[in-house]
């Protein structure tokens, strides 16, 4: 199986701030990464597909880049309601693995 | 709109066995694939399980091969997963999520989730 290291684990930020994470998968995955978003009690939401894709209706604050083994998110100008967990998911081979998890906090 | 609504979440007990359905609305249902994942108690996300469009492609995390089963029924727009031999590792929120496609295992939609709960 594929799997998925995401770092950190753990970020705080302000907003405002542009912040980074970085998703690394065991095996080459070309750009089949996926990025999701989840808040609690809410279902997750898609916000990059295929490494670098935005998703329809998701802010252009939201970018994504990497192809191969390593791959990074990156919001910019960070705003309230962006304090959230996101998880990497590879799209490439069966099991679809989801990284950890890297929840962003407000500092 | 993308509706998805799963049924089917309980408090079981070990050993037992336990089918969660997803109902689909608001959308072309033959057309997509459909997954399954499941967050445990203070978890991060995990796969459990896809199917594609027409039933063609089947797949399930290395932790529920052999003992899960994931079907669709396209007249119904509805998708099942059957868990059998549950055990205190399976509980977890279960979400019903839609493909992006047939099978690209990009999840465009989620539903909210259904709560299974494995204790005595």
């Known amino acids: 199986d594929i799997q998925m290291t995401q770092s950190p684990s753990s970020l705080s930020a302000s907003v405002g701030d542009r912040v980074t994470i970085t998703c690394r998968a065991s095996q080459r995955i070309s750009s089949n990464l996926n990025w999701y978003q989840h808040k609690p009690g809410k279902a997750p939401k898609l916000l990059i597909y295929d490494a670098s894709s935005l998703q329809s209706g998701v802010p252009s604050r939201f970018s994504g880049s990497g192809s191969g083994t390593d791959f990074t998110l990156s919001i910019s100008n960070l705003q309230p309601e962006d304090f959230a967990t996101y998880y990497c998911?590879?799209?490439?081979?069966?099991?679809?693995?989801f990284g950890q998890g890297t929840k962003l906090e407000i500092k | 709109e993308v509706h998805l609504v799963e049924s089917g979440g309980t408090l079981v007990q070990p050993g037992r066995s336990l089918r969660l359905a997803c109902a689909a609305s608001g959308f072309t249902f033959d057309n997509y694939g459909f997954h399954w994942v499941r967050q445990a108690p203070g978890k991060g996300l995990e796969w459990v399980s896809g199917?594609?469009?027409?039933?063609?492609?089947?797949a399930y995390a290395d932790s529920v091969k052999g003992r899960f089963t994931m079907s669709r029924d396209n007249a119904r727009k509805s998708v099942y997963l059957h868990m059998t031999s549950l055990s205190a590792e399976d509980t977890a929120l279960y979400y019903c999520?839609?493909?992006?496609?047939?099978?690209?295992?990009?999840?465009?939609?989620w539903g909210q989730g259904t709560l299974v709960t494995v204790s005595s």
């Open positions: 998911q590879q799209s490439s081979r069966t099991p679809h693995t």
């Open positions: 199917i594609s469009w027409n039933s063609g492609k089947i």
């Open positions: 999520a839609k493909d992006r496609a047939q099978w690209l295992a990009i999840i465009a939609h």
